[in-house]
């Protein structure tokens, strides 16, 4: 493994990324987990939350299955299924808006694109103590004079601003970090029962659009192309779009703007992508985090995926092994083609720029510089990544050791999600009432290990399987103590 990681080649990237967990095979098991993840979430937040009565959603990379690390933020989206948003208001059809609390059109008249206001149309007079008592009232007193919502209060009652109404019972609630809103998302950081560790995760609130011309146009688009292919395609077509209570800073009225969401039409697509693609846009992320962040903070992983979508879907063949460097030369030369014209377009509403004010003069010359740089020497560009960079010096055994170590915990936090929701509501229940880190420890290897040991969920659990307690823990120990944790887990 040592020469073999050295070396450095196209396929010796390939197989640094494979041993990293980047694969179709591990990716797909990761999609399965993360809708078993979005079950338990459901049941837990709406027993926690009974006047909140959402759906529950794993989004971003861990929902789209690329996540690996235990650092990767974990994006939660609670869609509020008593209001409806209507791209064309059905006037005409009673039953299809009485079955909502609160009605709302999308009004696209002078926000930017990738924007709408909400119109309320319909609101019910719902008497305590229903669950939707207080989701009315705090609709109401979030609307404007002329009737539209704005976005800066807090309508969903299971997401908490700042962990104003959580209550301490044991030390899990204690030592929960809330962090300021960021954007549409509620930060918190989830401690773990390990000195210093925790889980970043993000909670999204979102109401669901009936917004049935939103993918037409790129339907007609992609007919005939390679990828995404007939089945995505249709999929896509299908799927729901959301609005998340965000505006464009700086813009007029940005408090009244609520940006369109295509989170699980972006899922499917990153679904769909085959093992050479699911690597390539792994290795972008690292290059952009490590090359490109360092000049401009706005350059974002989300741009990284569209350019991959935009890539991929002008690609006519079907891409292997041989194809990685190739695609990952082709997004850069995209990616740098967009910076240089200060435009790339969003995938499903091309009117949309990403890039619109999103770094300076001299920002945009130092990131040409750069990708021109990259273009000229990918496989130095992504050896200059602190991960790859360790995975191409470090001897045999070293490499393995860290491994072991990332795979470990990334098998901890996805045995906790692989567990039926029944289970899961009361493993969850006891784990929040531990007084200790040490009891939640005990806890979790009391009542989830053995759940994996014996079914091993979705084939994933390949080193929780084979080895004991004091084996895992040790790793898990020294893990941290050799400092592992500050690139490994990132």
């Known amino acids: 493994m040592d020469d073999q990681y050295k070396s450095g080649t196209n396929s010796h990237l390939y197989d640094i990324f494979n041993d990293l967990g980047y694969s179709k095979v591990r990716s797909e098991q990761r999609v399965k987990i993360y809708e078993n993840a979005s079950r338990c979430f459901a049941r837990v937040t709406n027993r926690n939350w009974s006047v909140a009565d959402v759906d529950v959603t794993v989004l971003g990379s861990r929902g789209e299955g690329m996540a690996v690390a235990l650092g990767s933020d974990i994006d939660i989206m609670h869609l509020q299924p008593a209001v409806r948003c209507f791209e064309t208001f059905p006037t005409e059809n009673k039953e299809s808006i009485d079955k909502y609390v609160a009605t709302f059109k999308l009004n696209f008249t002078n926000v930017p694109e990738g924007y709408a206001k909400l119109h309320l149309e319909t609101i019910k007079d719902i008497p305590w103590p229903d669950n939707h008592n207080r989701l009315v009232f705090k609709i109401k007193r979030a609307l404007t004079s002329d009737g539209y919502l704005k976005n800066d209060q807090r309508i969903i009652d299971s997401i908490e601003n700042d962990g104003e109404r959580v209550k301490v019972e044991g030390w899990l609630s204690a030592h929960f970090q809330h962090e300021r809103a960021n954007g549409p998302a509620q930060p918190l950081q989830y401690p773990l029962p390990f000195r210093g560790l925790y889980i970043p995760i993000d909670f999204i609130p979102a109401f669901l659009c009936e917004y049935p ?223 200790s880190s040490q009891e939640y420890l005990e806890l979790y290897v009391k009542h989830v290990l053995p759940i994996v040991r014996q079914n091993n969920p979705y084939g994933y659990f390949h080193l929780l399987s084979s080895m004991n307690v004091d084996e895992i823990t040790s790793i898990m120990m020294n893990g941290i103590k050799q400092g592992y944790n500050k690139i490994w887990l990132n």
């Open 213 to 435: 011309t939103i993918f037409d146009e790129w339907f007609e688009r992609v007919q005939g192309k390679a990828w995404p292919g007939v089945d995505t395609s249709m999929k896509v077509k299908k799927s729901n779009t959301f609005v998340v209570p965000v505006g464009l800073a700086g813009s007029d009225e940005e408090v009244l703007q609520w940006r369109m969401s295509f989170t699980l039409a972006e899922r499917l697509l990153v679904m769909s992508f085959n093992d050479a693609q699911i690597k390539t846009y792994a290795a972008m992320k690292m290059i952009v985090k490590h090359a490109l962040n360092p000049i401009c903070e706005n350059m974002s992983s989300y741009q990284v995926k569209t350019a991959m979508f935009w890539v991929s879907e002008k690609n006519q063949g079907i891409l292997n092994i041989d194809d990685f460097n190739e695609m990952l030369l082709d997004v850069i030369i995209f990616l740098t083609e967009c910076v240089r014209t200060r435009c790339l377009q969003h995938y499903f509403t091309p009117s949309k720029n990403l890039m619109f004010r999103k770094f300076s003069d001299e920002e945009r010359s130092c990131l040409l510089a750069s990708l021109n740089a990259i273009s000229r020497d990918i496989a130095y560009a992504l050896r200059r990544c602190p991960l790859i960079h360790i995975m191409c010096s470090l001897p045999k055994k070293e490499i393995k050791k860290r491994l072991i170590f990332r795979n470990i915990c990334d098998e901890l936090l996805a045995a906790y999600l692989s567990i039926e929701p029944e289970e899961y509501d009361v493993i969850e229940h006891l784990l929040h009432r531990a007084q």
